[in-house]
């Protein structure tokens, strides 16, 4: 074959949908296989300790390991993906995590379970998710020329695992035990990092030449410099924290109260289905003003918790759900979409990383605010108060002209790729 038959190939693919490329279908099935572990963890995790006597408390600490060792490592993580290029560290990340979750298998199977051992195990699983998160942004524009496209069709897998990945959880544990589902969730990590390793991508040079800290900097100085995007995380730290982050505990509450936790179990179906919605909506809605149109995706998340406090039939939990979900979904393609088209290649690692960064410590101020909170003013109120604001941070994107008047780039096919990790 010509060296030029190839890339004609390649972008004749594209053109038909970015599932049609070898490196969008390999990098697919990394980001699938990898999220759907994720979604098995907490059940896993949960009903494994629960059996061995350590309670709520035990469960909440090494959940709260995991989610603290992210936040607090993930801008190094963007760093790190930067200096030695995004796949090297993805690769690297989940042999890490390979091995963890493969030691938490044999812990739960022979029955050997100490819970401070968990708690360090699943601190170190946070620390390597943070070196692989950062590239997941940076790794979509090299592996997809329609960058919106491949985002939706990973929005919707992203949706689909999160309905399915803890019902299998929870069959197999009631089945096997929780060692079979660690079992299993190591060997997702195996698969994500062969079809990393798998991935044909343009040669480049690691930057290392600054150091760690000056990295560090330059990419908060590029964050800094872009009121589209600070003026978006600044009021997601409020969306977050008092609409997303209260929301899910809260709601998550009263409906159990209202309808059980079956209800509870459709409804968060229900949401997962309106998230392959909105992933659908986010492929085919394409506008010149991205964040303008995004922002109705705030607007319909607000939805969630505004039907918690009305004792809702189960059908209208599930369709105000499903918009929810929608909304949701729908934001998420757009932004990321965004950010992935507006930041240059060689800093969008850290520059992500501070995005995510924000939005980790956002959510789990929120979490950590929802009981106290629903005690001071009442649950059904906070509820009806997290609808007022998250429909006003909505109203707020509209209102701030960086946001509201920035243009979507121009297409321009895949970017240049960071690395080949098998030289």
């Not at 390999?26 to 572990?37: I, Q």
């Not at 090297?88 to 091995?99: G, T």
């Not at 943070?130 to 491949?150: E, I, W, Y």
């Not at 629903?374 to 429909?391: D, I, K, N, Y």
Request: proline fraction near 4%; hydrophobic fraction near 55%; charge should be positive.
């Amino acid at each position: 074959m010509s060296t030029e038959a190839e890339p004609r190939t390649e972008a004749a693919d594209a053109a038909r949908g970015p599932l049609r490329t070898t490196n969008f279908r390999l990098y697919f099935g990394a980001r699938t296989s990898s999220l759907l572990g994720d979604a098995m963890l907490p059940v896993a995790l949960s009903v494994g300790l629960l059996d061995a006597g350590y309670g709520n408390a035990g469960v909440g600490y090494a959940l709260g390991a995991w989610m603290g060792a992210l936040a607090l490592c993930m801008l190094f993580g963007g760093v790190l993906a930067d200096r030695f290029t995004p796949r090297r560290m993805m690769v690297i990340a989940d042999m890490v995590r390979l091995v963890i979750q493969a030691v938490m298998a044999v812990m739960f199977v022979t029955g050997h379970i100490s819970l401070w051992a968990v708690v360090g195990l699943q601190f170190l699983s946070g620390c390597a998710t943070a070196l692989f998160q950062p590239g997941v942004a940076s790794m979509v524009p090299q592996v997809a020329s329609d960058v919106q496209r491949a985002n939706g069709v990973l929005r919707i897998a992203e949706s689909t695992v999160g309905v399915l990945g803890p019902a299998l959880a929870g069959a197999l544990v009631g089945f096997s035990g929780a060692g079979t589902v660690f079992a299993i969730y190591a060997a997702t990590y195996a698969v994500s990092g062969a079809c990393l390793f798998g991935l044909r991508l343009n040669q480049a040079q690691a930057v290392a030449s600054e150091s760690m800290l000056r990295q560090l900097a330059t990419g908060w100085a590029e964050f800094r410099s872009r009121p589209w995007l600070w003026g978006v995380i600044s009021t997601f730290l409020l969306y977050g924290c008092f609409v997303a982050g209260v929301s899910l505990p809260v709601g998550a509450d009263l409906i159990v109260d209202h309808l059980g936790s079956t209800g509870l179990g459709i409804g968060m179906a229900a949401l997962g289905g309106g998230g392959v919605l909105g992933g659908l909506v986010a492929i085919k809605v394409r506008s010149s003003r991205p964040l303008a149109v995004g922002s109705a995706g705030w607007a319909l998340y607000a939805l969630f918790p505004a039907v918690t406090a009305i004792d809702p039939h189960v059908v209208v939990l599930c369709l105000v759900w499903a918009v929810a979900g929608a909304g949701l979904a729908f934001w998420a393609v757009i932004w990321t979409t965004t950010v992935q088209t507006q930041i240059p290649a060689d800093l969008l690692n850290r520059v992500y990383a501070y995005d995510v960064a924000g939005s980790l410590v956002s959510m789990a101020l929120g979490r950590s605010l929802a009981g106290p909170l629903s005690s001071l003013v009442g649950s059904r109120a906070l509820m009806a108060w997290a609808t007022v604001l998250g429909l006003l941070c909505s109203a707020l994107l509209l209102a701030v002209p960086a946001i509201r008047q920035l243009r979507a780039a121009e297409p321009d096919g895949p970017r240049p790729a960071g690395d080949d990790v098998r030289k």
